[in-house]
């Protein structure tokens, strides 16, 4: 056996992340681990990466008894790990990235020669010379692949690999992967994706609430059933029932929006024009990186547009800051959720409060009804199953799946006429991503216009009534959900003929 973990705690207060957790990986397996948002996934990986010291248990690596003190010590014993986020300096070159990344003199000796060959190997074309901002996301995770590749990892641990990634990247990465299961290296995959999970991994660990409650072979079990192993409860389907959209008129509207970006690295948007009617979910796909960030911002106010390029329900609010905005009806939820969503040091009552103030009976004359405030909080956490000990919790305190249903209900219970959300259920669990999905087509059913921004195309095709591609700040022409494909807005998201469609 590689790895076997017996009896893992880790406790926090307030906490127990992992529960006496017990997991054995074998040399050449793709091992899934698997469970809802707060299951203890993340503590359980980061022990093992040596980020996280366990309280109690025992690590065997090789029939050896070890201690995983630091990620060095976890590279030193052959583990490597491809975070969800990279860590990237986008002002310099790829192999300066990777070198960042090696602590031995030795192994940056020939590094261009080496980069070269294990990208040419496992099909993962990178050049050591290019600069990483002008890569594409699925670049960039390429370059994170290949630094663990140099060191020749007997395991290596992904998490979330594919939420960056177009399907046609997804399904080289899928290629990789097995090669390096052929050759012997274990894998170690976590994902909500459940029907990657079922194409790929040939054995699942799957946790709750931070123990472990069962085991499978992922390609045995339907996704719904492995749904419902991790949250424990029927997995029910939103239903998203006949678009409304055209019974009245645009309730947003973007005409010829045009603006440039506001870091050296971002992207340019280029005469987006688009209009969202209430009853509808317009989703926006697209591969991180291609003008999303961008958009948010223009839609939501931070960054300022021409004054008649955004419009809500007919009145011209290109020139208005957010506030202003929220005044006119609009609501909306950024990608990012501490520090943008939400203030991490602040209470859930108070983050609240930050984007719900206009609500009627939460301020009067300027004075802040704290009772009320606390009563929304307690709403927003009842109504969206928000795992948390109460509106007092500061918002550093919640799991990111939890943070996000917060932030999500925070805008729903408003009742917005329209609402823009940047990924809405990035790294939330099947149950939790099942009630958000539920809640927008309940929004919009009820006479909003939403529109969703994902890189998930899974989730554009459950939720939206038409579809566009994002790609080099360049909006397609929408198209209605039964006439689009998969591999359609695959390739629009990979920027395969996105102006001839825009």
Not at 28 to 39: C, S, Y
Not at 44 to 64: A, C, F, M, S
Not at 139 to 153: D, G, N, Y
Not at 282 to 302: P, T
Request: net charge neutral; hydrophobic share 45%; with cysteine.
């Amino acid at each position: 056996m590689l790895l076997k973990l017996t009896d893992i705690t880790k406790a926090y207060p307030g906490c127990v992340a992992n529960d006496h957790v017990s997991l054995e990986i074998a040399s050449g397996e793709i091992h899934a681990l698997l469970g809802e948002n707060g299951a203890g996934k993340s503590t359980l990986v980061k022990i093992i990466y040596g980020v996280v010291r366990p309280d109690e248990g025992q690590i065997t690596w090789q029939d050896n008894r070890v201690t995983i003190g630091s990620p060095r010590a976890a590279q030193r014993l052959g583990i490597g790990m491809v975070f969800q986020h990279f860590s990237l300096f986008e002002a310099l070159t790829v192999e300066e990235n990777i070198a960042l990344g090696l602590a031995d003199a030795a192994a940056r000796e020939g590094l261009r020669e080496k980069i070269i060959r294990v990208s040419a190997q496992y099909g993962l074309a990178l050049d050591p010379a290019r600069v990483v901002h002008d890569l594409s996301v699925g670049e960039r995770q390429r370059i994170e692949i290949v630094r663990c590749l140099l060191s020749e990892p007997k395991l290596l641990i992904m998490d979330e690999p594919t939420s960056v990634l177009t399907p046609q990247e997804a399904t080289q990465l899928f290629h990789t992967l097995r090669r390096l299961a052929a050759e012997g290296c274990a894998i170690l995959y976590i994902s909500h994706k459940l029907e990657e999970v079922r194409a790929l991994c040939g054995a699942a660990t799957i946790m709750r609430l931070g123990r472990v409650v069962g085991h499978c072979r992922p390609a045995e079990q339907t996704v719904k059933q492995l749904a419902e192993m991790m949250i424990n409860a029927e997995l029910k389907s939103p239903a998203r029932g006949a678009a409304q959209a055209g019974n009245g008129p645009p309730r947003l509207t973007l005409a010829a929006l045009s603006l440039p970006s506001q870091t050296p690295f971002g992207t340019d948007l280029k005469d987006i024009s688009v209009s969202v009617a209430g009853g509808e979910i317009l989703g926006i796909a697209g591969v991180a990186g291609n003008g999303q960030s961008e958009l948010m911002e223009a839609l939501c106010g931070e960054v300022l547009a021409p004054r008649d390029a955004i419009a809500i329900d007919g009145a011209a609010a290109g020139r208005m800051r957010p506030q202003a905005r929220r005044g006119m009806g609009a609501g909306f939820v950024p990608e990012e959720r501490n520090g943008h969503g939400a203030v991490p040091g602040m209470s859930l009552a108070e983050n609240a409060l930050l984007a719900a103030s206009r609500r009627p009976g939460l301020v009067r004359r300027g004075m802040v009804n704290a009772a009320r405030v606390r009563d929304f909080a307690q709403a927003i956490i009842a109504r969206f199953d928000v795992r948390t000990t109460g509106p007092e919790a500061a918002a550093r305190a919640l799991s990111g799946g939890n943070l996000q249903k917060f932030l999500i209900g925070r805008e729903v219970l408003q009742n917005p006429g329209v609402l823009v959300i940047n990924q809405p259920t990035w790294g939330v669990d099947a149950g939790a991503a099942a009630f958000i999905h539920a809640s927008l087509i309940g929004l919009a059913r009820a006479g909003a216009a939403v529109v969703v921004i994902s890189q998930d195309l899974d989730e554009i095709f459950v939720l939206a009534d038409r579809i566009a591609v994002l790609a080099g700040g360049r909006l397609s022409q929408p198209v209605a959900a039964e006439a689009a494909t998969v591999e359609s807005i695959g390739l629009l998201m990979g920027g395969t003929n996105v102006a001839a469609h825009a």
